[in-house]
Every structure is written in structure tokens, then in C-alpha cells.
């Protein structure tokens, strides 16, 4: 269900929360250093979106995956009435996000016959916000001051911050990298070169009287940031869904578009080759040579040993960190829980206490259970452990991985004739992204590879 989706992430959350403090409270009681701030703010900020976004969960539990059932994506009657309920809109919140002029013109948009044109379906006003908006990023992103043509005229525009802020929600549920990882935004998307130095195997050195003072150059290099396009595919929507008033058609239409969006988001950041399209984090560690074997007869599974090997691959000066967790899929956490000692006994003990000690009841919101002491991301997008592949289990300080997003975010187009005859209009985003890790010699990120057979 969406809404413990969305409590599962917000524990989550809450435990790199308290972690941050208490690594400060064991260390003497110092005060956070301005990494740690600006970590803990922006944790808190998300805890606080989550806060926000399950109190609206209410009325959007179900995925409405039944659009894409049937020939050319029509749905039944029943099927309709049930998206109808699922997705009803009170009249007061649609009021309160109508007070945007921006979103307004953007859910009228969304809402206008497939037969009529925007300029006919909307008034005036409405229709100049959405070109201004829109001329004004595109103007941005022309040194010269010109407009890109064919931007607007094709139908699509820029979002408004609150459909933003769905779609953002949506693409959150799949994968670990989502909110995990570092991000930046910018307002074009130019090639960015981002500098690294790696200055990790100097030291400074003892001289004697008289002697002349050793040049030890720093050794600069950088990665370079790209702005590749994902789309989301064409979503089919009823015109009898459209043009119904009192449901919530930027819900459903962000839910949709921020799904597709966020599978493919977590995928290319995790296992992207990196030539034309983003670099994974599991790509980029593996070039980097940061990696680990696992020891051999074991189905390609990691065993104790091998947890310890790899979490000791990563320096300490980032093993440590508050960002420095674990990263791997729910097949990898199922082996973990199956790990025993010489007797037959679970490793994986504070689950297990935690289970009898709470009975049968899961408590969606209590912290999860730690391995080695450092919290873990489920991630469905890593490699399933199998003869010599590299990346079914990843740890490191996941800030040191970095993906570049535009600041204008997500462009939606709609599409008005092509499925007409279906009585249906067809929606489609855009983004632009790109996924890199910032690597400056030192262990920060490493992998395991499972052994060749």
C-alpha cells in the first residue's frame, strides 16, 4: 500500500536522523560539522514532505495499472468507476491548489476536450501563464536570448511545483537511489565538468636544516555531467475521466508519470553503461576498480566474511559517514536473514528478537534492523547475485555518487488526436538527468562480486 510505502521510507529517514546526532554524541559530545548540517537539514525537510504525504494517502493506495489493460488501453466501466473512487478529489483541496494561477492553467490543460485545441479549450489567461512560464526557462537556456522553437506549439509545458512535487513523490517508490545519493540541480544542460583532486597518497616529510622544501604537485582531473532525456512513454486516459470534475486528474496523471519516470531514473543511476545514457553507481564503482570477491562455494551468495571484507574495502574517512550505508536487493536481504553460525543459529539477530519480542505484529514505523552497524537500501535494480557478476551488494558513502537534474524538472506533453477514436488523450514526460560518481582516489563506494563458478 502507498501509505506504508511511504511510513517504510519515512523510518527510514528517521534512523539516518538519530544517526547523525548520536555519532556526534559518542564523539566526545562535539557539535555537527557542516557536512552533518547540511545532511540532517535536508533529511529533515524529506522527513517532513513524508509527514505531509501521508496524511493525503488516503485516497490514492491503488496504481492504476488498469489503464494499459485491453486493446489500445481502454478500460471497462467498472474499471473507470473504481480509478473514479480511488482518485476523488474534495472540492476544498482542489480549491486550495487552484489558488496557484500556475497549477491552475496546468490541470485545465490537462482537462481540455481532445477535439479542441488549447487555444479554443482555454481562456486567455491561462493560456499566457503557460507560455510565459515556459518561454522564460527556454529563454534561459538560449545565450542569445531566443526561444526554442516547437516547445509549447507541440504541447508540451513546464509543471507546476506542486504537480512537481507528485510527480517527485512517485518516482521515490522504486529503488534506493531516489533521496539516497546526492543530487544537484542546474538550470541548463550543458556539459558540466565537476574537478576532482586526488591527493590521497602524499604526505608531508620530515627535512633537515638547509635542505630545500620537496614540490609535490596536487593531481587534478574531472568527471563531466551530462543531460540525458528519459521519457515515460505514452499513459492513455479516458475522456470520460478527463472530463470529470470531481476527480483528480493531476493526481492520477502525476502517479502514472512519476512511476514510469522513477523506474526508469533508479535504473539508469544504478546499472547505466555511462555512454550514452547516465552511469550507474554499480558501473562507475566497478570501473574504478572498488571492488570485493566473495569466497567461493556458496551459490554466489555473500557470506559473513565476505560483509566484513567489503565494508572494510571503503576507507575509514568515509566509512563512517552518516550517508555510508548499504546497498542491495530484497534477494540479498533475504540471504542475510538466512546467514548461521556453526550451530544452525540466524545472524540476523536483532530481527529476530525483534520479532518475538513484538509478536506477530510488524510495527511499520519501528527503525530497521543494521548490518555491521551501517543501515541498508533496498535497491531492485542491483544485480542478482549469480557466476562472476559484480554488484549485487554495494557500501560506501552514497553521497560521493551524484546526480545532476534540471531545475525545471519535468516537462509534460499532451497528445490530443492520435487516439482519438479511442475517446482517450495520451500524456507523456520528459526529464533530463545524468548520474556520475565523484571519484578522487580514495575507497569511497565498492561493490561485491560474486565469485566465477
Known sequence: MYRHELQTKQAAIGTQITAITAKAKSENNRGLTGEEQRRFHKLEADYSALEDSI????????????????????????QLEELRDTYRVSPKSRAERMKDPHYRAFSNMLRVRPQVSLAEGLDAADLHILQST??????????????????????????????SDMLEEAKKWFGGIKGVVDKFTTATGNPLPWPTVNDTMNRGR?????????????VFDQVTFNAYIGSSDIVLIPLAMIEDAFFDMDALTARLLGTRLGRLYNWKCTTGAGTIEPTGIVTAAVSAGLTST????????????????????????????PSSMWMFSDTILKALKQLVDGNGRPLWQPGLTASFREGAAVDLL????????????????????ASGVSGSMLFGDLFTFKVRELTAGTTVMRLTERYADY?????????RFDSQFVYSGGNAIAVGVSPTS
Do not use: W
Request: charged share 15%; proline share 7%.
Open 206 to 218: 620530515i627535512i633537515g636544516q638547509n635542505v630545500q622544501v620537496t614540490e609535490t604537485d596536487f
Open 55 to 78: 496524511a493525503c494517502a488516503e485516497r490514492s493506495d491503488h496504481i492504476a495499472d488498469r489503464l494499459a489493460a485491453g486493446p489500445g488501453g481502454r478500460i471497462s466501466e467498472l
Open 134 to 163: 515556459t518561454e522564460r526557462y527556454l529563454n534561459a537556456q538560449q545565450p542569445t536570448g531566443g526561444a526554442a522553437g516547437g516547445f509549447g506549439t507541440q504541447g508540451g509545458y513546464l509543471v507546476p511545483q506542486g504537480f
Open 423 to 431: 475517446l482517450q488523450q495520451g500524456f507523456l514526460a520528459f526529464q
Open 366 to 385: 519501528a527503525s530497521r534492523p543494521t548490518v555491521l552497524d551501517h543501515p541498508y537500501i533496498i535497491n531492485q535494480d542491483m544485480p542478482l547475485p
Open 294 to 321: 566473495y569466497t567461493t562455494g556458496q551459490n554466489y551468495l555473500p557470506k559473513y566474511q565476505d560483509l566484513v571484507a567489503l565494508e572494510h574495502t571503503v576507507d575509514p574517512a568515509y566509512r563512517y559517514n
